[in-house]
Antibody, heavy 115, light 112 residues
Framework: EVQLVESGGGLVQPGGSLRLSCAASGFTLSISGMSWARQAPGKGLEWVSAITVSGGTYYSDSVKGRFTISRDDSKTTLYLQMNSLRDEDTAVYYC?????????WGQGTTVTVSS | DVVMTQSPLSLPVTLGQPASISCRSSQSLVYSDGNTYLNWFQQRPGQSPRRLIYKVSNRDSGVPDRFSGSGSGTDFTLRISRVEAEDVGVYYCMQGTHWPRTFGQGTKVEIK
């Protein structure tokens, strides 16, 4: 069974950094594209970033230059390094398997940016 | 960026009646490989999103057959043939053809 478990969320001050992790099981991470999406309180879904099978990375304009997606295939873990955090980055962050389809999602981890 | 526009944004439905959600994209979603990467997701209250439909009309495993997707190019529809209580939630379309990926605003389905 495919499972994704996010962790690393928390409270951080504006301008601070966090690294989110997504532990993957039930499939081979190294041959799967992966994505991050987020949902601000009471709002809709927003696509954030993706990494393809070949390692290509893509970002939304709202996080480009501040967030970095990566993966450690040996640890079967996907990461999202978030720097220069802003109030508007407050959201539940989800990782998902796939880049064109996002077929399986994790339970999410909450990031709160506030002073 | 490709803009995904859903309508309606709120959909009160009677149990057992059909429901339909429209999703329009600002550009064609046909990819160079010939596939159209249009997905539909369901998000029940307090839960993570769950994909229902991929590539316009393919149901994911375990998705009831009362859910169906159709469309082409820039115009897509999600239909529920007979709404059940467990279908309450927000439904999103998402395009997986162009970078960056984009979601529709969401359609809230509730029971009348």
């Amino acid at each position: 069974e495919v499972q994704l478990v996010e962790s690393g969320g928390g409270l951080v001050q504006p301008g601070g950094s966090l690294r989110l992790s997504c532990a993957a099981s039930g499939f081979t991470l190294s041959i799967s594209g992966m994505s991050w999406a987020r949902q601000a309180p009471g709002k809709g879904l927003e696509w954030v970033s993706a990494i393809t099978v070949s390692g290509g990375t893509y970002y939304s304009d709202s996080v480009k230059g501040r967030f970095t997606i990566s993966r450690d295939d040996s640890k079967t873990t996907l990461y999202l390094q978030m720097n220069s955090l802003r109030d508007e980055d407050t959201a539940v962050y989800y990782c998902a398997k796939g880049t064109s389809g996002m077929e399986v999602w994790g339970q999410g981890t909450t990031v709160t940016v506030s002073s | 960026d490709v803009v995904m526009t859903q309508s309606p944004l709120s959909l009160p439905v009677t149990l057992g009646q059909p429901a339909s959600i429209s999703c329009r994209s600002s550009q064609s979603l046909v990819y160079s490989d010939g596939n159209t990467y249009l997905n539909w997701f369901q998000q029940r209250p307090g839960q993570s999103p769950r994909r229902l439909i991929y590539k316009v009309s393919n149901r994911d495993s375990g998705v009831p057959d009362r859910f169906s997707g159709s469309g082409s190019g820039t115009d897509f529809t999600l239909r529920i043939s007979r709404v059940e209580a467990e279908d309450v939630g927000v439904y999103y379309c998402m395009q997986g053809t162009h970078w960056p990926r984009t979601f529709g605003q969401g359609t809230k389905v509730e029971i009348k």
